[in-house]
């Protein structure tokens, strides 16, 4: 045996383009497969100026995580589409994928990375502070408004919980329901006041907002694989899910009360390329493309 085919061992298609698809793609395509990421670009994170917490990245735009990351995945082969993933189907062997744009792609194995979706309550100002001066995570925003005034904004269950959490970062909380505030108040993207109905005005350098979390798992149902009443996809340790070809890493196989993080997103990601190219070396997946060096 030479080892110096060019061969590869199979078709993985990645569905998202966030830290869990990204570092999937990347693991995948080490390993020799044929990878394609298909990435609608509405990322979670897309409004955030900088996240926190995954070490030697800490303080990074995301944008410019995935930028460095999508130049990697280049430097390998790997095929970028920019497009919505709009149906799926599966047989025993193959997974295809239909895009927005018309197109149709076939795969050996599938990785769902496609994250949540935030419902963030009709609060007047909000949406344009997101990521900016308006929050979900102390563990991501709480350092930069330590012993500063924030308020917490209860738009679903958990709020106070979410509110003893902050606490560990500043003493200046007030906890205020959705309902009540008028609107957030300050310069641009920043945050100065919350204003209420009854005309009150809070002091705050920041909001953090317990709103309700939707994953985003239509190409899992559509897939026939297993999701749970919250709407997360079921999986193993490793990501794989109810159908045999489908592995899914990130935020939507995340139910609470585990953390959504950059960071575990990327670990998921690691885990469900290798536990996908273990498939392939043990012929359980990709049947016709089997590179010979990895039968050794
Ligand atoms: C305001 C805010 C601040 C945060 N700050 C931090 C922080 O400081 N530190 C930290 O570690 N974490 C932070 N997080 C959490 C972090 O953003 C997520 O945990 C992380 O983005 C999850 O990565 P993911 O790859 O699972 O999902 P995402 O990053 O959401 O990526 C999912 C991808 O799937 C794509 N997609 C979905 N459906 C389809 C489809 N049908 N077709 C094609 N593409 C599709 C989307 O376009 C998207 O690119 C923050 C979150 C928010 C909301």
Known sequence: MTGTSAAVAGDVIVVGGGAAGLTAALVLARARHRVTVLDDQTHR?????EFHGFPTRDATAPNRFRADALAELHAYGVSIVRCAV?????????????????????GDAVVLATGVRDELPPVAGLARRWGKSVFNCPFCDGWEHRD????????????????????SWTSHVTVVSASDIAGLIGEGQSLSHVELRNGTMIPAKAAFVKAPV????????????????DGY???????ATSNPLVWAAGDVRRPPPAPHQVVLAAADGSAAAIAIHKAFVAHSIGSATVHPALHR
């Open 45 to 49: 994170n897309g409004t955030v100026d």
């Open 214 to 229: 939707v994953p985003r798992s239509a190409v899992a149902r559509a897939l026939g694989c297993n999701i749970d009443g």
């Open 86 to 106: 709009t149906e799926a189907r599966s047989t025993d062997t193959n997974v295809s994928l239909s895009l927005a744009d018309g197109t149709t792609i076939h």
């Open 233 to 239: 996809i079921v999986t193993s340790e490793n990501g």
């Open 148 to 167: 500063q005034p924030v308020v917490v904004i209860d738009a679903a269950p958990g709020a106070d919980h979410l509110a003893d959490m902050v606490r």
